[in-house]
Protein backbone atom coordinates (compact mmCIF):
# COMPACT_ATOMS: atom_id res chain seq x y z
CA UNK A 1 0.00 0.00 0.00
CA UNK A 2 1.33 3.15 -0.95
CA UNK A 3 0.20 6.91 0.20
CA UNK A 4 0.63 9.19 -2.62
CA UNK A 5 0.95 13.26 -2.96
CA UNK A 6 -3.16 13.45 -2.78
CA UNK A 7 -3.64 11.23 0.45
CA UNK A 8 -5.81 8.70 -0.97
CA UNK A 9 -4.31 5.11 -0.93
CA UNK A 10 -2.77 3.25 -4.28
CA UNK A 11 -3.87 -0.89 -2.82
CA UNK A 12 -0.80 -3.06 -4.52
CA UNK A 13 1.34 -6.03 -3.23
CA UNK A 14 2.87 -5.62 -0.24
CA UNK A 15 6.82 -5.95 -1.12
CA UNK A 16 7.64 -9.66 0.82
CA UNK A 17 4.07 -11.48 -0.85
CA UNK A 18 5.48 -13.98 -3.36
CA UNK A 19 6.32 -11.02 -5.74
CA UNK A 20 10.03 -11.03 -5.90
CA UNK A 21 11.56 -7.31 -6.95
CA UNK A 22 14.63 -6.92 -8.68
CA UNK A 23 16.10 -4.89 -5.84
CA UNK A 24 16.57 -7.36 -2.94
CA UNK A 25 16.59 -5.23 0.74
CA UNK A 26 19.13 -4.08 2.71
CA UNK A 27 20.35 -6.63 5.47
CA UNK A 28 23.06 -8.72 6.95
CA UNK A 29 25.27 -11.62 5.15
CA UNK A 30 23.72 -14.61 5.23
CA UNK A 31 25.79 -17.29 6.57
CA UNK A 32 27.46 -19.68 3.78
CA UNK A 33 25.21 -22.81 4.99
CA UNK A 34 21.96 -20.99 5.72
CA UNK A 35 21.75 -22.08 8.93
CA UNK A 36 19.11 -20.31 11.21
CA UNK A 37 19.32 -19.40 14.91
CA UNK A 38 17.65 -21.61 17.18
CA UNK A 39 15.25 -18.99 18.21
CA UNK A 40 13.43 -19.20 14.39
CA UNK A 41 13.35 -22.66 14.77
CA UNK A 42 11.38 -22.74 18.20
CA UNK A 43 8.07 -23.04 17.12
CA UNK A 44 8.14 -24.37 14.01
CA UNK A 45 5.39 -26.23 12.78
CA UNK A 46 2.80 -24.47 15.35
CA UNK A 47 2.88 -21.77 12.99
CA UNK A 48 1.10 -22.01 9.29
CA UNK A 49 4.03 -22.79 6.78
CA UNK A 50 4.05 -22.92 3.08
CA UNK A 51 6.21 -23.19 -0.07
CA UNK A 52 7.05 -20.17 -2.62
CA UNK A 53 9.23 -21.10 -5.69
CA UNK A 54 10.35 -18.29 -8.13
CA UNK A 55 10.44 -19.28 -11.51
CA UNK A 56 12.42 -16.48 -13.17
CA UNK A 57 12.12 -16.95 -16.57
CA UNK A 58 9.69 -15.16 -19.25
CA UNK A 59 9.66 -14.57 -23.46
CA UNK A 60 8.81 -11.54 -22.97
CA UNK A 61 9.47 -8.31 -20.62
CA UNK A 62 6.22 -6.03 -19.88
CA UNK A 63 7.29 -2.61 -20.02
CA UNK A 64 5.50 -2.34 -15.98
CA UNK A 65 7.71 -4.83 -14.71
CA UNK A 66 9.99 -4.68 -12.05
CA UNK A 67 10.15 -8.39 -11.59
CA UNK A 68 13.45 -10.53 -11.03
CA UNK A 69 12.93 -12.19 -14.50
CA UNK A 70 15.14 -12.51 -17.03
CA UNK A 71 14.06 -13.09 -21.12
CA UNK A 72 16.49 -15.33 -23.24
CA UNK A 73 17.93 -12.79 -24.47
CA UNK A 74 19.25 -11.71 -21.60
CA UNK A 75 20.02 -14.83 -20.06
CA UNK A 76 21.97 -15.86 -23.11
CA UNK A 77 23.54 -19.53 -22.20
CA UNK A 78 24.27 -18.70 -18.85
CA UNK A 79 21.32 -20.39 -17.17
CA UNK A 80 18.37 -22.26 -18.48
CA UNK A 81 14.96 -24.06 -17.01
CA UNK A 82 17.59 -27.63 -16.21
CA UNK A 83 19.90 -25.53 -14.79
CA UNK A 84 16.79 -23.74 -12.60
CA UNK A 85 15.38 -26.96 -11.87
CA UNK A 86 18.68 -28.75 -10.64
CA UNK A 87 19.18 -25.76 -8.57
CA UNK A 88 15.71 -25.85 -7.01
CA UNK A 89 15.80 -29.25 -5.98
CA UNK A 90 19.17 -28.62 -4.35
CA UNK A 91 17.70 -25.63 -2.50
CA UNK A 92 14.67 -27.68 -0.85
CA UNK A 93 17.34 -30.35 -0.27
CA UNK A 94 19.05 -27.66 1.71
CA UNK A 95 16.03 -26.31 2.98
CA UNK A 96 14.53 -29.56 4.61
CA UNK A 97 18.25 -30.30 6.35
CA UNK A 98 18.39 -26.41 7.28
CA UNK A 99 14.88 -27.13 9.23
CA UNK A 100 15.30 -30.51 10.43
CA UNK A 101 11.89 -31.78 10.57
CA UNK A 102 10.40 -29.52 8.44
CA UNK A 103 6.51 -29.52 8.43
CA UNK A 104 4.44 -30.25 5.63
CA UNK A 105 3.53 -27.53 2.99
CA UNK A 106 0.04 -26.60 4.04
CA UNK A 107 0.31 -24.28 0.63
CA UNK A 108 2.35 -23.90 -2.58
CA UNK A 109 2.86 -20.89 -4.55
CA UNK A 110 5.05 -21.05 -7.92
CA UNK A 111 5.38 -17.79 -9.00
CA UNK A 112 7.61 -15.57 -11.34
CA UNK A 113 8.19 -14.91 -14.44
CA UNK A 114 6.29 -16.78 -16.42
CA UNK A 115 5.80 -20.60 -14.63
CA UNK A 116 3.32 -21.54 -17.47
CA UNK A 117 6.78 -21.56 -19.65
CA UNK A 118 8.06 -24.73 -17.82
CA UNK A 119 4.81 -26.66 -19.07
CA UNK A 120 2.23 -28.86 -17.40
CA UNK A 121 5.76 -31.20 -16.99
CA UNK A 122 8.10 -29.02 -15.45
CA UNK A 123 5.21 -27.65 -12.82
CA UNK A 124 4.84 -31.64 -12.26
CA UNK A 125 8.53 -31.84 -11.56
CA UNK A 126 8.29 -28.58 -9.29
CA UNK A 127 5.54 -30.27 -7.13
CA UNK A 128 7.31 -33.61 -6.93
CA UNK A 129 10.41 -31.91 -5.52
CA UNK A 130 8.42 -30.41 -2.83
CA UNK A 131 6.73 -33.89 -2.19
CA UNK A 132 10.09 -35.20 -1.63
CA UNK A 133 11.80 -32.85 0.38
CA UNK A 134 8.51 -30.90 2.48
CA UNK A 135 6.14 -33.08 1.59
CA UNK A 136 2.37 -31.76 1.36
CA UNK A 137 -0.31 -31.65 4.40
CA UNK A 138 -3.97 -33.32 3.74
CA UNK A 139 -5.92 -31.04 1.51
CA UNK A 140 -3.07 -28.60 0.57
CA UNK A 141 -3.59 -25.54 -1.73
CA UNK A 142 -1.17 -25.85 -4.61
CA UNK A 143 -1.28 -22.56 -6.80
CA UNK A 144 0.71 -21.70 -9.95
CA UNK A 145 0.51 -18.30 -11.76
CA UNK A 146 0.42 -18.72 -15.50
CA UNK A 147 0.29 -16.32 -18.54
CA UNK A 148 -2.90 -16.97 -20.35
CA UNK A 149 -0.70 -17.54 -23.71
CA UNK A 150 0.88 -20.48 -22.46
CA UNK A 151 -1.65 -22.40 -21.78
CA UNK A 152 -4.37 -24.85 -23.26
CA UNK A 153 -6.75 -27.23 -22.26
CA UNK A 154 -3.99 -30.02 -22.38
CA UNK A 155 -2.02 -27.84 -19.48
CA UNK A 156 -4.66 -27.46 -17.18
CA UNK A 157 -5.52 -30.99 -17.27
CA UNK A 158 -1.95 -31.73 -16.58
CA UNK A 159 -1.98 -29.63 -13.70
CA UNK A 160 -4.56 -30.98 -12.29
CA UNK A 161 -3.28 -34.33 -12.66
CA UNK A 162 -0.25 -32.84 -11.27
CA UNK A 163 -1.84 -31.70 -7.95
CA UNK A 164 -2.21 -28.18 -8.46
CA UNK A 165 -5.76 -27.37 -6.85
CA UNK A 166 -5.15 -23.75 -7.83
CA UNK A 167 -4.67 -21.09 -11.11
CA UNK A 168 -3.56 -17.13 -11.37
CA UNK A 169 -3.93 -16.03 -14.68
CA UNK A 170 -2.68 -12.58 -15.85
CA UNK A 171 -5.45 -10.82 -17.68
CA UNK A 172 -4.43 -7.09 -16.77
CA UNK A 173 -7.55 -5.88 -19.14
CA UNK A 174 -9.60 -6.40 -21.71
CA UNK A 175 -8.76 -3.08 -23.65
CA UNK A 176 -6.30 -3.86 -26.46
CA UNK A 177 -4.89 -0.74 -26.13
CA UNK A 178 -4.34 -1.10 -22.26
CA UNK A 179 -2.81 -4.49 -23.31
CA UNK A 180 0.00 -2.22 -25.21
CA UNK A 181 0.85 0.76 -23.10
CA UNK A 182 2.02 -1.90 -20.68
CA UNK A 183 3.53 -4.36 -23.59
CA UNK A 184 1.09 -7.35 -22.42
CA UNK A 185 1.31 -9.73 -25.20
CA UNK A 186 -1.56 -11.72 -24.66
CA UNK A 187 -4.90 -10.76 -27.16
CA UNK A 188 -7.69 -9.82 -25.41
CA UNK A 189 -10.30 -12.52 -24.41
CA UNK A 190 -7.71 -15.13 -24.07
CA UNK A 191 -7.12 -14.74 -20.27
CA UNK A 192 -10.91 -15.07 -20.38
CA UNK A 193 -11.13 -18.03 -22.40
CA UNK A 194 -7.86 -19.73 -20.56
CA UNK A 195 -9.97 -19.30 -17.02
CA UNK A 196 -12.75 -21.14 -18.84
CA UNK A 197 -10.57 -23.69 -19.74
CA UNK A 198 -8.93 -24.68 -16.59
CA UNK A 199 -12.59 -24.39 -14.72
CA UNK A 200 -13.42 -27.05 -17.37
CA UNK A 201 -10.33 -29.25 -17.21
CA UNK A 202 -11.23 -29.28 -13.55
CA UNK A 203 -9.08 -26.65 -11.64
CA UNK A 204 -10.91 -26.20 -8.64
CA UNK A 205 -9.89 -22.18 -8.13
CA UNK A 206 -9.10 -19.84 -10.45
CA UNK A 207 -8.27 -16.02 -10.21
CA UNK A 208 -7.71 -13.88 -12.85
CA UNK A 209 -5.56 -10.73 -11.66
CA UNK A 210 -6.64 -6.97 -13.00
CA UNK A 211 -4.62 -3.91 -13.11
CA UNK A 212 -6.05 -0.38 -13.13
CA UNK A 213 -4.88 2.86 -13.75
CA UNK A 214 -3.15 2.60 -16.93
CA UNK A 215 -2.60 5.95 -18.38
CA UNK A 216 -5.42 6.11 -21.55
CA UNK A 217 -7.75 3.75 -19.69
CA UNK A 218 -11.33 5.13 -19.32
CA UNK A 219 -13.90 3.88 -17.24
CA UNK A 220 -15.77 2.42 -19.63
CA UNK A 221 -12.66 0.17 -20.29
CA UNK A 222 -12.34 -1.01 -17.03
CA UNK A 223 -15.66 -1.57 -16.97
CA UNK A 224 -15.81 -4.12 -20.02
CA UNK A 225 -12.45 -5.58 -17.80
CA UNK A 226 -14.79 -6.54 -15.19
CA UNK A 227 -17.43 -7.69 -17.13
CA UNK A 228 -15.42 -9.94 -18.75
CA UNK A 229 -13.85 -11.08 -15.69
CA UNK A 230 -17.55 -11.84 -14.34
CA UNK A 231 -18.53 -13.71 -17.29
CA UNK A 232 -15.47 -15.96 -17.25
CA UNK A 233 -17.13 -17.46 -13.77
CA UNK A 234 -13.85 -17.17 -11.91
CA UNK A 235 -13.98 -17.34 -7.95
CA UNK A 236 -11.06 -14.83 -7.37
CA UNK A 237 -10.62 -11.74 -8.70
CA UNK A 238 -6.93 -9.80 -7.87
CA UNK A 239 -6.68 -5.91 -8.86
CA UNK A 240 -4.10 -4.08 -8.13
CA UNK A 241 -3.48 -0.45 -8.99
CA UNK A 242 -0.76 0.50 -11.93
CA UNK A 243 2.63 1.30 -10.06
CA UNK A 244 5.44 3.01 -12.08
CA UNK A 245 8.78 1.41 -11.11
CA UNK A 246 11.88 3.30 -11.44
CA UNK A 247 13.69 1.55 -14.37
CA UNK A 248 11.56 0.43 -16.30
CA UNK A 249 10.30 0.88 -19.69
CA UNK A 250 7.03 2.93 -18.78
CA UNK A 251 8.95 4.74 -16.65
CA UNK A 252 11.12 6.00 -19.40
CA UNK A 253 8.05 6.80 -21.24
CA UNK A 254 6.28 8.93 -18.55
CA UNK A 255 9.22 10.62 -17.69
CA UNK A 256 9.29 11.81 -21.71
CA UNK A 257 6.18 13.04 -21.81
CA UNK A 258 5.43 9.78 -23.82
CA UNK A 259 2.49 9.02 -21.35
CA UNK A 260 0.89 10.34 -18.80
CA UNK A 261 1.28 9.49 -14.68
CA UNK A 262 -0.84 7.71 -13.52
CA UNK A 263 -3.50 10.19 -11.53
CA UNK A 264 -4.20 9.31 -7.86
CA UNK A 265 -7.44 10.32 -7.59
CA UNK A 266 -7.87 8.47 -10.90
CA UNK A 267 -6.62 5.28 -9.38
CA UNK A 268 -9.02 5.76 -6.24
CA UNK A 269 -12.05 5.97 -8.42
CA UNK A 270 -10.86 3.05 -10.20
CA UNK A 271 -10.37 1.42 -6.97
CA UNK A 272 -14.08 2.12 -6.09
CA UNK A 273 -15.35 1.10 -9.13
CA UNK A 274 -13.67 -2.42 -9.17
CA UNK A 275 -14.84 -2.83 -5.46
CA UNK A 276 -18.44 -1.75 -6.72
CA UNK A 277 -18.66 -4.02 -9.85
CA UNK A 278 -17.22 -7.50 -7.91
CA UNK A 279 -18.90 -6.76 -4.66
CA UNK A 280 -22.51 -6.99 -6.72
CA UNK A 281 -21.52 -10.04 -8.38
CA UNK A 282 -20.99 -11.83 -4.86
CA UNK A 283 -17.25 -11.42 -4.91
CA UNK A 284 -16.29 -10.40 -1.85
CA UNK A 285 -13.52 -7.95 -0.74
CA UNK A 286 -11.31 -10.31 1.84
CA UNK A 287 -8.39 -8.39 1.51
CA UNK A 288 -7.80 -4.60 0.47
CA UNK A 289 -6.81 -6.01 -3.37
CA UNK A 290 -8.35 -9.50 -3.44
CA UNK A 291 -12.06 -10.84 -4.07
CA UNK A 292 -13.08 -14.13 -3.72
CA UNK A 293 -16.58 -15.73 -3.73
CA UNK A 294 -16.40 -17.45 -0.71
CA UNK A 295 -13.80 -18.59 1.88
CA UNK A 296 -12.84 -21.93 -0.06
CA UNK A 297 -11.30 -19.54 -2.99
CA UNK A 298 -9.84 -16.91 -1.05
CA UNK A 299 -5.95 -17.54 -1.53
CA UNK A 300 -4.61 -19.49 1.16
CA UNK A 301 -1.10 -18.87 0.43
CA UNK A 302 -1.70 -15.26 0.48
CA UNK A 303 -3.60 -15.35 3.99
CA UNK A 304 -0.11 -17.30 5.63
CA UNK A 305 2.19 -14.13 4.41
CA UNK A 306 -0.76 -11.76 5.74
CA UNK A 307 -1.22 -13.63 8.96
CA UNK A 308 2.42 -13.96 9.70
CA UNK A 309 3.01 -17.31 9.13
CA UNK A 310 6.35 -19.33 8.02
CA UNK A 311 7.28 -19.82 4.47
CA UNK A 312 10.72 -20.75 2.68
CA UNK A 313 10.96 -19.36 -0.92
CA UNK A 314 12.95 -21.46 -3.34
CA UNK A 315 14.78 -19.82 -6.41
CA UNK A 316 16.62 -17.05 -7.40
CA UNK A 317 15.92 -14.17 -5.72
CA UNK A 318 13.19 -15.81 -3.79
CA UNK A 319 12.36 -14.40 0.10
CA UNK A 320 11.69 -16.26 2.90
CA UNK A 321 11.09 -16.34 6.92
CA UNK A 322 10.58 -18.65 9.37
CA UNK A 323 10.50 -17.48 13.22
CA UNK A 324 11.27 -14.03 12.31
CA UNK A 325 14.27 -14.55 10.46
CA UNK A 326 13.72 -13.39 6.83
CA UNK A 327 16.21 -13.99 3.92
CA UNK A 328 17.08 -13.80 0.78
CA UNK A 329 18.30 -15.60 -2.13
CA UNK A 330 20.92 -14.58 -5.43
CA UNK A 331 19.10 -12.85 -8.20
CA UNK A 332 20.87 -14.29 -10.74
CA UNK A 333 20.11 -17.55 -12.26
CA UNK A 334 23.16 -18.64 -13.18
CA UNK A 335 24.55 -17.23 -9.62
CA UNK A 336 21.59 -18.89 -8.20
CA UNK A 337 22.67 -22.33 -9.37
CA UNK A 338 26.72 -22.05 -8.84
CA UNK A 339 26.09 -21.05 -5.17
CA UNK A 340 24.45 -24.55 -5.25
CA UNK A 341 26.46 -26.69 -7.03
CA UNK A 342 29.17 -26.07 -4.94
CA UNK A 343 27.43 -27.22 -1.74
CA UNK A 344 26.38 -23.49 -0.56
CA UNK A 345 23.22 -21.73 0.07
CA UNK A 346 21.90 -19.67 -2.38
CA UNK A 347 20.80 -16.97 0.57
CA UNK A 348 22.89 -13.70 -0.06
CA UNK A 349 21.39 -11.51 2.37
CA UNK A 350 18.86 -11.77 5.82
CA UNK A 351 17.86 -9.99 8.55
CA UNK A 352 16.64 -10.71 12.12
CA UNK A 353 13.12 -8.74 12.79
CA UNK A 354 13.20 -7.33 16.23
CA UNK A 355 9.61 -7.30 18.18
CA UNK A 356 8.78 -3.69 17.29
CA UNK A 357 9.40 -4.65 13.18
CA UNK A 358 7.28 -7.32 13.78
CA UNK A 359 4.71 -5.69 15.42
CA UNK A 360 4.77 -3.40 12.67
CA UNK A 361 4.38 -5.73 10.11
CA UNK A 362 1.40 -7.14 11.80
CA UNK A 363 -0.18 -3.95 11.89
CA UNK A 364 0.56 -3.06 7.97
CA UNK A 365 -0.16 -6.85 6.65
CA UNK A 366 -3.28 -7.95 8.79
CA UNK A 367 -4.96 -3.90 8.90
CA UNK A 368 -5.53 -5.08 4.87
CA UNK A 369 -7.62 -7.90 6.03
CA UNK A 370 -11.81 -7.73 6.17
CA UNK A 371 -11.75 -9.21 9.46
CA UNK A 372 -9.02 -6.73 10.47
CA UNK A 373 -6.80 -6.64 13.48
CA UNK A 374 -7.22 -7.65 17.04
CA UNK A 375 -7.43 -4.37 19.14
CA UNK A 376 -5.28 -6.22 22.21
CA UNK A 377 -2.36 -6.60 19.72
CA UNK A 378 -1.92 -2.43 20.18
CA UNK A 379 -0.49 -0.66 22.58
CA UNK A 380 -2.29 2.08 24.44
CA UNK A 381 -1.48 5.03 22.47
CA UNK A 382 -2.41 2.56 19.35
CA UNK A 383 -5.19 1.87 20.77
CA UNK A 384 -6.14 5.97 21.53
CA UNK A 385 -5.62 6.55 17.83
CA UNK A 386 -7.58 3.33 16.45
CA UNK A 387 -10.24 5.33 18.47
CA UNK A 388 -9.75 8.53 16.71
CA UNK A 389 -9.39 7.13 13.48
CA UNK A 390 -13.11 5.31 14.14
CA UNK A 391 -14.68 8.99 14.78
CA UNK A 392 -12.89 10.00 11.12
CA UNK A 393 -14.93 7.24 9.10
CA UNK A 394 -11.56 5.34 8.85
CA UNK A 395 -12.15 2.49 11.07
CA UNK A 396 -15.73 0.11 11.53
CA UNK A 397 -16.81 1.53 15.36
CA UNK A 398 -18.55 -1.30 15.65
CA UNK A 399 -15.89 -3.58 15.07
CA UNK A 400 -13.53 -1.11 16.77
CA UNK A 401 -16.22 -1.92 20.11
CA UNK A 402 -16.25 -5.88 19.32
CA UNK A 403 -12.01 -5.76 19.94
CA UNK A 404 -11.27 -5.77 16.03
CA UNK A 405 -9.48 -2.49 13.62
CA UNK A 406 -11.45 -3.12 10.78
CA UNK A 407 -10.58 -0.62 7.62
CA UNK A 408 -14.05 0.96 6.10
CA UNK A 409 -14.59 1.75 2.24
CA UNK A 410 -12.83 5.26 3.45
CA UNK A 411 -10.26 3.84 5.03
CA UNK A 412 -9.75 1.60 2.42
CA UNK A 413 -8.39 3.99 0.21
CA UNK A 414 -6.28 5.56 3.45
CA UNK A 415 -4.94 2.77 4.67
CA UNK A 416 -1.68 3.62 4.65
CA UNK A 417 -2.37 6.80 6.56
CA UNK A 418 -4.60 4.37 9.12
CA UNK A 419 -1.33 2.53 9.73
CA UNK A 420 0.83 5.11 10.15
CA UNK A 421 -1.31 5.99 13.37
CA UNK A 422 -1.31 2.54 14.38
CA UNK A 423 2.43 2.49 14.27
Known amino acids: MCLRRG???????PAMMGVVPSAPPDGDPAPPDGALPPAALAGLGARP????????????????????????????TSASPASWMEGLRRELELAATILGSP????????????????????????????RATFGLADGAEVTTESNPESTSPAFFAG???????????????????????LDRTHTPGRAVAAAREARAEGIAH?????????PGERPEDLA????????????????????????????????RGELPAPDDDVLADRYEQVDAALGAAGLRWYEVSNWAADAEARCAHNMLYWRGGDWWGAGPGAHSHVGGVRWWNAKHPARYAELLAGGLSPALG?????????????????????????????????????????????????ALAGGRCVLTDRGRLLADAVVRRLT
Open 49 to 76: FGVYVHVPFCATRCGYCDFNTYTPGELG
Open 224 to 255: ASLEAVLESGVDHVSAYALIVEEGTALARRIR
Open 103 to 130: PRAETVFVGGGTPSLLGAAGLSQVLDAI
Open 206 to 214: VNLDLIYGT
Open 350 to 398: REVLTADDRRVERVLLELRLADGLPVAALDAAATEEARVAAVDGLLDPT
Open 7 to 13: GRNRTSR
Open 159 to 181: LRDAGYTRVSLGMQSAARHVLTV
